[in-house]
């Protein structure tokens, strides 16, 4: 995905969450990834693009001492509020970026419901204390929430979005991700590319269409951006 995107002014690429072998652990899931994930930041900085990686931050698969907490399934879950446990997810962090990576991403935890009720937190609490977590943990290194709109070619939807962002962005605040989903797309016509460029928040494009698609979603989106604006990924 990433070397069909390259030259068309994407230069920023996502890890999907689909990565770790399994949650919390920092190698990757054979055999789509390889065990050491910075071979993965390695490959995507040589065709000159920024590597950034979806992560859940509430994930362990430490157990020593009583700041996680096991889930029925055997997963473990960081207790945020025990120092030890936000210590935990700097130290990640800090191998995240150490093995390349340039931005984080996060989306709603998978955290198990038995563990919630542990912690006594609902679903949308530990999404939040998630981001804030791994926010803290990685200092000036860009963290995006994952989009929760995905959209198509579709106009009329675009269009909506821009304006109801639009007040957002006049009083400097920022605008949420959201998704832009290729496969399937034939055609950008004019008018759909100047509502994606329109649009003032981070867009995360997926799929591999065909060129001139590709060339034309490229220039709409990432002409001008921001860094880190826009990643470029695979669903799994």
Partial sequence: VAEAWADNAVEHVLVPGSWPAKPGSLEGRAPDYPKEMGNVAKQLRAMG???????????????????????????????MNRPQAREQVKKAVAKLLGMGYEFFVVG??????????????????????????????????????????????????????????APFSEYGVASGPLQMKTEGVSSVSADLAAA??????PVEITGTPKKDVRAAVGKACCLEAPPAQVAAGKNH
């Fill in 49 to 79: 693009m920024h590597p950034g990686i979806t992560y859940d931050p509430l994930a362990t698969t430490e157990s020593k001492g009583d700041w996680s907490v096991a889930a029925a399934d055997g997963t473990r879950w960081l207790d």
């Fill in 196 to 201: 994606i460029k329109a649009y003032s928040g």
């Fill in 108 to 165: 709603p935890t998978s955290m198990p419901d038995d563990v919630l009720k542990k912690f006594n937190v609902t679903r949308a609490q530990a999404n939040l204390i998630a981001f804030q977590s791994l926010a803290e943990a990685a200092g000036n290194c860009p963290v995006l929430p994952a989009p929760s709109l995905t959209l198509g070619s579709e106009l009329a939807k675009w269009r909506a979005a821009v304006d109801a962002m």
